[in-house]
C-alpha cells in the first residue's frame, strides 16, 4: 500500500511539474524587473549606476534563457510609450497582461528586484498566461549582498527552479 501512494504521489508531482512547463515556439512577452529600493540608503543617495546596470544584466539573463528554451520573444515597439510610463511592470493591476495580449503574446513575464539593504534583495519573477489571466510561474528568492554574482545567481536559481527543470 505504501508503494502505490508513493507512486501515485510521484507521478502527480511529475505531471503538475509538466502542467507548468511552457511549450517550445510560445510568444513572449517580457516586459522586464521593476526596481523598488525599500533601503535608506535610496532615499537618501537615489538611484545607484551599479544597480541600474545589475537590473539590465539580469533582464538580458532572462531574455537569453527564454530564447534557449525555444519561446520567441515578441517585439515591444508597439506598447513601449505606454511601458515606458510605468515603474514596476510586476504590479500594474494588469497592464502586464492587457500590453501582451496587444502583442499578441501567449504569455507575459514580469518581475521586479526588491532591496530591502546591501545586505537583502529579493528577486521575483512571474510569468502569466495572457488568455487566462492566471498566474502559471511565480519565485522569489532573497539574496546576500549586492552584487552582479547574487543577483545573478538569484535569477538562475529562479529560472532553474520554477521556469525550466534541468
Request: charged letters at 25%.
Amino acid at each position: 500500500m505504501k508503494r502505490f501512494v508513493l507512486i501515485v504521489l510521484l507521478v502527480l508531482f511529475h505531471a503538475n511539474a509538466l502542467a507548468n512547463e511552457i511549450p517550445r515556439g510560445s510568444k513572449v512577452a517580457f516586459l522586464g524587473l521593476g526596481f523598488v529600493d525599500l533601503s535608506t540608503e535610496g532615499a537618501y543617495n537615489g538611484v545607484r549606476e551599479d544597480e541600474t546596470r545589475r537590473l539590465a544584466l539580469i533582464e538580458d539573463l532572462i531574455e537569453q534563457r527564454f530564447r534557449d528554451e525555444g519561446m520567441i520573444l515578441m517585439d515591444l515597439a508597439p506598447i513601449a510609450e505606454k511601458l515606458a510610463n510605468i515603474k514596476n511592470p510586476a504590479k500594474c493591476y494588469g497592464c502586464d497582461v492587457r500590453m501582451a495580449k496587444t502583442l499578441g503574446a501567449d504569455f507575459v513575464v514580469v518581475g521586479a528586484v526588491h532591496k530591502v539593504s546591501n545586505l537583502i534583495v529579493q528577486l521575483q519573477l512571474f510569468l502569466t498566461d495572457v488568455e487566462t489571466g492566471k498566474i502559471r510561474n511565480a519565485r522569489a528568492v532573497d539574496v546576500r549582498t549586492n552584487t552582479d554574482q547574487s543577483w545573478t545567481r538569484g535569477m538562475l536559481y529562479i529560472l532553474k527552479t520554477a521556469f525550466f527543470k534541468e
